[in-house]
Nanobody
Framework: QVQLVESGGGLVQPGGSLRLSCEVS????????MGWYRQTPGQQREFLAL???????NYAESVEGRFTISRDNAKKQLYLQMNSLKPEDTAVYYC?????????WGQGTQVTVS
């Protein structure tokens, strides 16, 4: 069974930085896409960034240039470096893993910019 656990969220001042981590446990296939999303109350989950097993990366326009997605295959970890944070970045941040037509989600980590 695949499980994802996010960490690294917290309270940060505007203009500050945070680094989120997502640890994957269980069977991770060689072909996959991992991503970061966020959600605020009453809103749909918003795509932020993804990275494939081949290293292809895509960002949402709202975070491109401020956020950086990366992964460590050996440690089965996904990261999101967030710089120049704004109050509107406040949300619960989720990591995801898509493999073999199944999508797995973590429980989320709260990021508050204030």
């Amino acid at each position: 069974q695949v499980q994802l656990v996010e960490s690294g969220g917290g309270l940060v001042q505007p203009g500050g930085s945070l680094r989120l981590s997502c640890e994957v446990s269980g069977n991770m296939l060689s072909v996959f896409t991992m991503g970061w999303y966020r959600q605020t109350p009453g809103q749909q989950r918003e795509f932020l960034a993804l990275i494939t097993n081949k290293g292809t990366i895509n960002y949402a326009e709202s975070v491109e240039g401020r956020f950086t997605i990366s992964r460590d295959n050996a440690k089965k970890q996904l990261y999101l470096q967030m710089n120049s944070l704004k109050p509107e970045d406040t949300a619960v941040y989720y990591c995801s893993l898509l493999q073999n037509f199944d999508t797995y989600w973590g429980q989320g980590t709260q990021v508050t910019v204030s």
